[in-house]
């Protein structure tokens, strides 16, 4: 079971990216994906969440109206489009799996989450 995390890259503030993290090894279009980051000597802290169906999401503050989760179950695929980008956004981003199955649950602690992929660096300058 994999998640591989991609789209991260070098920006200027202002700008947008968009993540993607791709499953391979087993579908996880029964659980719910989420998005976190960590920055350099902090804590990995939660960005934004979707359940296994949507179109209920959730976000922390500090990304809501500029962020955006989706998925796509036919591929395998979620991503988060992140528009607006600035310094404070820098940091690697994870994508994880919760495991339970069919629950509209989203969970902002890292230890709710069984999977995870390798992180992708995204680094906005000023």
């Known amino acids: 079971v994999q998640l591989q995390a991609s789209g991260g890259g070098l920006v200027q503030a202002g700008d947008s990216l968009r993540l993607s993290c791709a499953a391979s090894g087993r579908t996880f279009s029964s659980n719910t994906m989420a998005w976190f980051r960590q920055a350099s000597g902090k804590e990995r802290e939660f960005v934004a969440g979707i359940p296994w169906n949507g179109p209920k999401t959730s976000y922390t503050d500090s990304v809501k109206g500029r962020f955006i989760i989706s998925r796509d179950n036919a591929k395998n695929t979620v991503y988060l489009q992140m528009n607006s980008l600035n310094p404070e956004d820098t940091a690697a981003y994870y994508c994880?799996?919760?495991?339970?199955?069919?629950?509209?649950?989203?969970?902002?602690?890292?230890?709710?989450?069984?999977?995870w992929g390798q992180g992708t660096q995204v680094t906005v300058s000023s």
């Open positions: 994880a799996a919760d495991r339970r199955a069919y629950s509209w649950y989203i969970g902002r602690a890292a230890g709710e989450y069984d999977d």
